[in-house]
C-alpha cells in the first residue's frame, strides 16, 4: 500500500519538533518531511550566523528578498504576497486534517499572527503582516478554493495531461495551483496579478522549476478561458456517468450527487449543489438575556458600517453578508452582546417552545448555540441541563453561559447519553440535536463535503436511533421530546421518527405548527429548512410528546 500523509497535522509545534529532529510521525509523507527539515536547516544556519539586522538574496535556490531582523526572528519575505502564503499553508493543513475551512470566521484579533506563524514554520519564512483586506482573502480563497477543489484538480489534471499529475504532486505546489486557477476562475482578479504573484510563492516557496511550472499552466490556462475553450465535463452516458460530471462540474463528491439527484430530482439537486458553492451569510442573534435586544443590535451594526437585513423569522437575528471581521474586532461576540446562529438553528429552539419555569435537557448541548438560546427565552426561571460526552466543549459552554448572563439556569454534566441514568434526571422537554452528516450547512462548512464518505451514514443512522432511544428515557410523562439535524437527508430525518414511533408507541408527532411560519412546516407536521426554498441552512426538527 502507498503511504501518503494522513490527517496528522504535523505543522504542530509538537509535531514540527519531532520532524527536524528526525522523528517522523507515522504516514507523513517524505515530501512534506523534507520540505519542513529542509526549511529548517536554512532557518537555522541562516538565524546562527546574523546576529543584528540583515539583508541577502538567495539566488542558490531561487528565493528572492529574504531578510531576518536578529537572533531567533525568521525570514522576512516582503516580495510574498501574505494572504496567498497563508492561503497556500492553511490549505495544506486543512487537506492533512490540521484545520478548519472557515475558522478564519471565528477568531478576532490575533489570528493572523496565529497564521503567519503557521507559514514561517512551514516555509521557512515570513511575509508582512497580515491585515484585515488579507484575512477577508484569505477567508475567501480558503473556503472556495476548498469548496470547488474537485473541479479545480479536473482543471489541472486536463492541463497537464496526465492522470497521474496530482497524485505525484508536492502538496505545496498543488495548493499553489488551486489557488491560482481559483483566482482566475472566480475571483477575476487581474491575471498579471494572479500569474506574477503565485509564480513568486512557488520560486520561494520551492524551486525555480515549480515557479515555472505554475508560470506555464496558469497562463495555458488564461489562454483557454479567453477563448470559452476550457474543458468541461459531458453530462452525457448513463446515470453513473451523468452524476460523475455533475460533480465535477458542480464539485462535489460523486456519492452525493447520486443522492441527490434520487433524492430531489436533477433540477432540484443542481441547484442545491449551487447554493453549496455560494458564498455564505450568516445571522446574528442578539442577547436578549443581557438586556441586549435586535434594536441594540442594529444601532452597533449601522455604527460599524455593516450592511444587515432584517429577520423575517426571528425576532431577535438579522442577517448579514459581509462584515463579520468588522463585528469580530468591535467586540461584539467577545462581550456577549451577540452570537453568530444560523436562523435555521434558531427555529429548532422555537420548535422546542421554551418557557419560564421549564425543566429542559439538552443531551448534545456543546458547543452550545442552542441552549444559549433556550436559556434567554427562560428569563431566570427553569433551569436547562447541558449534556454533553466532551468535557472541553463543554467548559467553553459554561465560560460562554457566564458571559452572555444566563449561567443561572444551566447545569453542564459531562456523561454519555447513553449511559446516563435516566432515574436521577427528567425533563419537561428534551432536545436530541443529534450528531449528522451535516449536509444541510456545506455552504458554511466547505471542507465537510470532503470529509463525508457514504459509509457514514450507515454508522450515523445507528447512532442517531441509540441516541433518540436513550433520550426518550429522561422524557418525563405528558413531555416532549425534540430530535433535530442540520442535515437535509430524509434517511437521517423522517426515516429516524417513523423508526422510533415503531420501537415507542408511547410517543406521537405534536405538528411544528404552533411553532413556526406555514412555509417551513412539512407533510409530516414536521419542521424542515430548505438552502434552496428558504435561503437558510438545511435542518429539520420533529416534535414528538409522551402520553401520560
Known amino acids: 500500500m502507498e503511504v501518503v500523509c494522513s490527517r496528522v497535522s504535523f505543522f504542530h509545534e509538537r509535531s514540527y519538533t519531532r520532524i527536524v529532529s528526525g522523528v517522523v510521525p507515522r504516514f507523513v509523507c517524505s515530501t512534506c518531511v523534507a520540505v519542513v527539515q529542509h526549511n529548517h536547516r536554512n532557518t537555522s544556519r541562516d538565524n546562527s550566523a546574523t546576529t543584528s539586522s540583515t539583508t541577502r538574496t538567495r539566488t542558490r535556490t531561487g528565493r528572492p528578498h529574504t531578510s531576518t531582523t536578529g537572533g531567533n526572528a525568521g525570514k522576512l519575505n516582503l516580495d510574498i504576497s501574505p494572504h496567498r502564503a497563508v492561503s497556500a499553508v492553511r490549505l495544506m493543513r486543512i487537506e492533512l486534517g490540521g484545520a478548519f475551512a472557515d475558522l478564519l470566521n471565528e477568531q478576532g484579533k490575533g489570528s493572523g499572527d496565529n497564521e503567519m506563524g503557521y507559514v514561517e514554520r512551514t516555509l521557512g519564512f515570513r511575509t508582512r503582516d497580515l491585515e484585515d483586506r488579507d484575512l477577508r482573502l484569505v477567508t475567501e480563497i480558503v473556503g472556495g478554493t476548498t469548496r470547488w477543489k474537485r473541479y479545480l484538480d479536473h482543471l489541472i489534471l486536463s492541463l497537464c495531461h496526465d492522470q497521474n499529475a496530482i497524485k505525484n504532486m508536492e502538496p505545496l505546489l498543488l495548493q499553489?495551483?488551486?489557488?491560482?486557477?481559483y483566482e482566475i476562475l472566480k475571483l477575476e482578479m487581474p491575471p498579471y496579478a494572479v500569474v506574477d504573484e503565485n509564480v513568486k510563492l512557488a520560486k520561494a516557496a520551492l524551486r525555480v522549476g515549480a515557479g515555472n511550472m505554475v508560470n506555464a499552466l496558469l497562463r495555458k490556462l488564461l489562454m483557454l478561458k479567453e477563448k470559452s475553450l476550457l474543458p468541461e465535463p459531458k453530462v452525457d452516458?448513463?446515470?453513473?456517468?451523468?452524476?460523475?460530471?455533475l460533480a465535477t462540474i458542480h464539485s462535489h463528491p460523486v456519492w452525493m450527487v447520486r443522492r441527490w439527484i434520487n433524492q430531489l430530482g436533477l433540477d432540484e439537486a443542481v441547484k442545491f449543489m449551487t447554493w453549496n458553492n455560494s458564498d455564505p451569510g450568516f445571522s446574528i442573534r442578539a442577547n436578549t438575556a443581557k438586556g441586549f435586544t435586535r434594536a441594540d443590535l442594529v444601532g452597533e451594526l449601522e455604527k460599524l458600517e455593516v450592511p444587515y437585513e432584517l429577520s423575517q423569522h426571528l425576532e431577535d437575528f438579522v442577517r448579514i453578508r459581509t462584515g463579520m471581521q468588522i463585528i469580530i474586532q468591535a467586540g461584539l461576540l467577545k462581550k456577549g452582546f451577540c452570537s453568530v446562529q444560523d436562523e435555521s438553528a434558531g427555529l429548532v429552539v422555537r420548535v422546542v417552545d421554551p418557557k419560564p419555569g421549564d425543566s429542559i435537557i439538552d443531551c448534545c448541548a456543546a458547543p452550545g448555540g442552542?441552549?444559549?438560546?433556550?436559556?434567554?427565552c427562560l428569563n431566570g426561571q427553569g433551569?436547562?441541563?447541558?449534556v454533553d460526552v466532551n468535557k472541553g466543549r463543554l467548559r467553553i459552554l459554561k465560560e460562554t453561559a457566564k458571559l452572555h448572563e444566563c449561567d443561572q439556569v444551566i447545569t453542564t454534566i459531562h456523561a454519555d447519553l447513553r449511559a446516563l441514568d435516566a432515574n436521577i434526571l427528567k425533563g419537561d422537554k428534551v432536545l436530541l440535536d443529534a450528531p449528522c452528516s451535516g449536509l444541510g450547512v456545506l455552504s458554511k462548512r466547505a471542507d465537510l463535503r470532503w470529509n463525508r464518505k457514504l459509509e457514514d451514514m450507515e454508522e450515523l443512522i445507528n447512532l442517531q436511533d441509540t441516541l433518540l432511544d436513550s433520550a426518550s428515557n429522561l422524557v418525563k410523562p405528558g413531555g416532549v421530546l425534540i430530535y433535530s439535524t442540520c442535515s437535509v437527508d430524509p434517511d437521517?430525518?423522517?426515516?429516524?421518527?417513523?423508526?422510533?414511533?415503531?420501537?415507542?408507541?408511547e410517543f406521537s408527532v405534536d405538528s411544528v405548527d404552533k411553532y413556526v411560519s406555514p412555509p417551513f412546516v412539512s407533510e409530516g407536521g414536521f419542521y424542515s429548512s430548505s438552502p434552496v426554498k428558504h435561503s437558510l441552512d438545511g435542518a429539520f426538527a420533529a416534535r414528538l410528546i409522551r402520553s401520560t
Do not use: Y
Request: charged share 30%; glycine share 4%.
Open 237 to 245: 452516458g448513463d446515470d453513473r456517468q451523468r452524476a460523475r460530471a
Open 370 to 376: 442552542k441552549t444559549l438560546f433556550m436559556a434567554s
Open 383 to 386: 433551569s436547562i441541563s447541558a
Open 176 to 181: 499553489i495551483l488551486r489557488i491560482g486557477f
Open 492 to 505: 437521517e430525518n423522517e426515516e429516524r421518527i417513523a423508526a422510533f414511533l415503531l420501537r415507542h408507541p
